[in-house]
Nanobody, 126 residues
Framework: QVQLVESGGGLVQPGGSLRLSCAAS????????IGWFRQAPGKEREGVSC???????AYGDSVKGRFTISRDNAKNTVYLQMNSLKPEDTAVYYC????????????????????WGQGTQVTVSS
C-alpha cells in the first residue's frame, strides 16, 4: 500500500530554518511527481512546491527564493528545505504523490495529487 510519511516539523522563530522530509513506500513504480502542500487553520490547502520524476521543480510564489525541494532516490525521500521562515508559513505541511499521470502537477493543484501523508506541523513564532 502506498504510504507517505512527513517529518521534520516543529516550532521555529521567524528567520529560522527547517527541513521537512517525505518518506515514500509501498509502490513499485515512480510517481510522476511529489508535491508539498500546506494548510493553515480555516484556509484552503495551497501548493508549496513539487518535483517531477525527471527532477524538474516548481514553487509557489510565496516561497520562491526561500524554500528548496530536493530528492534522494536511494532513500525514496523528498525534502523541503525552508529558510527565512515567516509567521505566515505556519501551517500543517503535507506531502502528496501524483500517480495518475497528470501533465500539470507543476501547477500545484490539490486535485492533481492522488495520495497524501498525514502532515507535519510547522509553527513560526517568537
Amino acid at each position: 500500500q502506498v504510504q507517505l510519511v512527513e517529518s521534520g516539523g516543529g516550532l521555529v522563530q521567524p528567520g529560522g530554518s527547517l527541513r521537512l522530509s517525505c518518506a515514500a513506500s509501498g509502490f513499485t513504480s515512480d510517481p510522476y511527481a511529489i508535491g508539498w502542500f500546506r494548510q493553515a487553520p480555516g484556509k484552503e490547502r495551497e501548493g508549496v512546491s513539487c518535483i517531477s520524476s525527471d527532477g524538474l521543480t516548481a514553487y509557489g510564489d510565496s516561497v520562491k527564493g526561500r524554500f528548496t525541494i530536493s530528492r534522494d532516490n536511494a532513500k525514496n525521500t523528498v525534502y523541503l528545505q525552508m529558510n527565512s521562515l515567516k509567521p505566515e508559513d505556519t501551517a500543517v505541511y503535507y506531502c502528496a504523490a501524483d500517480f495518475s499521470g497528470s501533465y500539470y502537477h507543476y501547477q500545484l493543484r490539490v486535485k492533481d495529487y492522488d495520495y497524501w501523508g498525514q502532515g507535519t506541523q510547522v509553527t513560526v513564532s517568537s
